[in-house]
T-cell receptor, first 111, second 116 residues
Framework: DAKTTQPTSMDCAEGRAANLPCNHSTISGNEYVYWYRQIHSQGPQYIIHGLKNNETNEMASLIITEDRKSSTLILPHATLRDTAVYYCIVRAPNSGYALNFGKGTSLLVTP | GAVVSQHPSWVICKSGTSVKIECRSLDFQATTMFWYRQFPKQSLMLMATSNEGSKATYEQGVEKDKFLINHASLTLSTLTVTSAHPEDSSFYIC????????????FGEGSWLTVV
């Protein structure tokens, strides 16, 4: 699986949009971009994934650049409960392989 | 999304004893499940891949005789930590592949193991 690069930490004010970047310049054509988050002392929570089109669900939006070398996860109105470590992972879904977690971005949402 | 459940959420055991952690896919069948371990302030480390009806595939450095994985049904995988020692104290997390959502992987809540 291609590696990803994320900032170590970010802050965001409550109610504002949180934009979390991820670089995946070596992504392959059959690899999707997945985002998970892990709130302290819990298992990772699936957020969203995409191949090349922008995606939106009830939790977040995913913007993937046209060359697919980077993406941004957007939490439109961050709340205190969104404080977590966010992981960007690229994976070919039919590979049968597990998700390989890097260090992720620690997002702190402040009042 | 799909639901994956682990039990117990936390367990304390004495050094030298064995402890079993269960991972269930509640509303779907999972031919493949994965087991991870996470130490404080570190990221998740893959321990093994569990395929229903076959032997688990362990990552390098993970002792297969110490961490016994059984995936006897399409909804249940178990991890048994045998002869546990304090250094095995960790957060153990399982995950399962959900075919209906394009092989998206969902995670359990995790199990805290403390060996005293």
């Amino acid at each position: 699986d291609a590696k990803t690069t994320q900032p170590t930490s970010m802050d965001c004010a409550e109610g504002r949009a949180a934009n979390l970047p991820c670089n995946h310049s070596t992504i392959s054509g059959n690899e999707y971009v997945y985002w998970y988050r892990q709130i302290h002392s819990q298992g990772p929570q699936y957020i969203i994934h995409g191949l090349k089109n922008n995606e939106t669900n009830e939790m977040a939006s995913l913007i993937i650049t046209e060359d697919r070398k980077s993406s941004t996860l957007i939490l439109p109105h961050a709340t205190l409960r969104d404080t977590a470590v966010y992981y960007c992972i690229v994976r070919a879904p039919n590979s049968g392989y597990a998700l390989n977690f890097g260090k992720g971005t620690s997002l702190l949402v402040t009042p | 999304g799909a639901v994956v459940s682990q039990h117990p959420s936390w367990v304390i055991c004495k050094s030298g004893t064995s402890v079993k952690i269960e991972c269930r896919s509640l509303d779907f069948q999972a031919t493949t499940m994965f087991w991870y371990r996470q130490f404080p302030k570190q990221s998740l480390m893959l321990m093994a891949t569990s395929n229903e009806g076959s032997k688990a595939t362990y990552e390098q450095g993970v002792e297969k005789d110490k961490f016994l994985i059984n995936h006897a049904s399409l909804t249940l995988s178990t991890l048994t930590v045998t002869s546990a020692h304090p250094e095995d104290s960790s957060f153990y997390i399982c995950s399962a592949t959900h075919r209906a959502s394009g092989n998206t992987i969902y995670f359990g809540e995790g199990s805290w193991l403390t060996v005293v």
